[in-house]
């Protein structure tokens, strides 16, 4: 155990140097480590936009984010080459939403099909999160209110109550890694009475639609709406599949869907195409954010 | 047995002292600057942590990316999706030594001009980068300052040709930290 004191100081000098490129490094660690310990890591970006296609994702605009869009519905792919594959006639929905804090978002639109004007509110209840929170889900609810608000034969007859409908969807989501994610989206629809031959005026639909990230600036996205009544009406249910692409300023969405309608309750209830008939139809979503207010930090 | 004796305590002082150079902070600022242009950009980040060797020099930095805080919601998740990958790469980080680290009199108040020399890392890309800084001591505190720049394609960053008029291939980096005694 005997050794000279002058090899014990260098043995000390080479082990204090040691302690001292290991001390920063570890104390870093260390600080990193207690930084993280107490956080919840929130899960963004489950879907790319606040649409899959027709219908709500889970996503919301950030507070005081105004987001104009301009939707397009082509005629059926299978009207013709006349028809230039339905590109020829089209209907389309102006819309704005706008984000009043990062949890809730409003919007209102009107679109050309059954001259519908229509407003929504989505609110956010939970959000998926890991660490100090650990939530397995996203929720949120989507009330939605729309007014048909096409002339009638017999105007004097029709009450504006008989003109309004309105949905309630609930939003249940899952980011389940970097390049998918699931939406469930269980749905009531009280319909107006003008619009469409409803076998009930009331009706339940369970909505299904994921995302698959491609790339940075490229999703898929496909949504399905089955309905669970009013099964003697007309009305077939909605499937879509779409794309979403970023562009730095400008987002497109383009989709092929079998629905004619923008708003929830005429995709969901009033969709008379059906893809097996080859009623398909092309159309594309334009939208432009415009940050209102700069963010407080 | 003596000798040990004397040399465990040496040994426990030395580390005392090695203890007694370290410096921390963990809400240094760190804020980057685009100009192009259509539009400059700015974002701050204000929970950088870092650690400072008085005594060797050593200093190191780590910062969540997604701590960066930009006047536009939109700026903030391009950013995040699309530049920096804050998902697959969470953190950026600097280790590096202050090189003439023996002409800071931190004993007296003062404005020390320093170069420090060392791994930057973002993007999960390493460059060895040199910049100038300034170390200030002012009522027994010590701050660090520098300010430099990087090029974005040094460290595997693509910019669109269509945002390019709107983010620049150079961005300029300041450094702000306070830091105190552990």
Not at chain 1, 27 to 47: A, C, D, M, Q, V
Request: proline residues 3%; hydrophobic residues 40%; positive net charge.
């Amino acid at each position: 155990m005997r050794f000279p004191p002058i090899l014990a100081i260098i043995a000390l000098s080479s082990l204090s140097s040691a302690a001292f490129a290991q001390d920063s490094t570890e104390l870093l660690r260390e600080l990193i480590h207690e930084s993280e310990i107490n956080k919840t890591n929130y899960i963004e970006n489950t879907f790319k936009y606040t649409r899959v296609v027709d219908g709500h994702s889970i996503v919301n605009l950030p507070a005081h984010v105004l987001d104009v869009r301009i939707s397009h519905r082509f005629d059926p792919i299978n009207s013709g080459l006349y028809n230039f594959l339905g590109l020829d006639a089209a209907v389309m929905r102006l819309g704005f939403d706008y984000g009043i804090t990062n949890n809730i978002m409003i919007g209102a639109g009107h679109s050309v099909y059954q001259k519908t004007y229509d407003a929504f509110f989505k609110i956010r209840l939970l959000k998926q999160s890991t660490g100090e929170v650990n939530m397995p889900l996203s929720l949120s609810f989507v009330p939605t209110i729309a007014i048909n608000t096409l002339k009638q034969f017999n105007a004097e007859k029709t009450l504006f109550s008989d003109r309004v409908s309105w949905v309630m969807q609930l939003l249940i989501a899952k980011k389940f890694s970097e390049k998918f994610s699931l939406q469930l989206m269980p749905t009531f629809i009280h319909a107006d009475k003008i619009s469409f031959a409803h076998v009930d005026l009331n009706i339940a639909a369970i909505g299904f639609a994921a995302t698959r990230r491609i790339s940075k600036r490229l999703n898929i996205n496909g949504e399905y709406y089955y309905r669970l009544n009013d099964n003697g009406s007309a009305a077939h249910n909605v499937l879509s599949f779409g794309i979403d692409l970023g562009t730095g300023g400008h987002v497109f969405q383009l989709h092929f869907t079998n629905s004619i309608g923008m708003t929830e309750k005429s995709f969901i209830s009033e969709t008379t195409n059906q893809w097996e008939d080859g009623n398909i139809l092309f159309g594309f979503n334009i939208s432009r954010v415009f940050q209102l207010k700069k963010k407080h930090y | 047995m003596k000798r040990n004796l004397f040399s465990f305590i040496l040994f426990l002082f030395v580390l005392q002292q090695a203890n007694g150079q370290l410096y921390y902070t963990k809400n240094g600022s760190i804020s980057f600057f685009s100009k192009s242009p259509l539009q400059d950009i700015e974002a701050d980040n204000n929970q950088v942590i870092s650690v400072l060797n008085i005594q060797s020099g050593q200093i190191e930095f780590s910062l969540l990316n997604n701590a960066f805080h930009f006047p536009k919601a939109k700026m903030e998740e391009d950013f995040n999706e699309n530049y920096i990958e804050s998902d697959t790469y969470p953190r950026s980080s600097f280790k590096g030594t202050l090189i003439n680290i023996n002409k800071v009199d931190f004993t007296k108040d003062g404005n020390y001009p320093v170069m420090v020399k060392g791994d930057l890392t973002i993007h999960g890309i390493t460059k060895n980068i040199t910049a100038n800084g300034a170390i200030i001591i002012s009522k027994a505190t010590i701050s660090a300052y520098s300010s430099f720049t990087v090029f974005v394609k040094d460290y595997d960053i693509k910019i669109p040709t269509i945002v390019s008029n709107k983010i620049s291939e150079k961005i300029q980096i300041k450094i702000n930290c306070s830091y105190q005694k552990k």
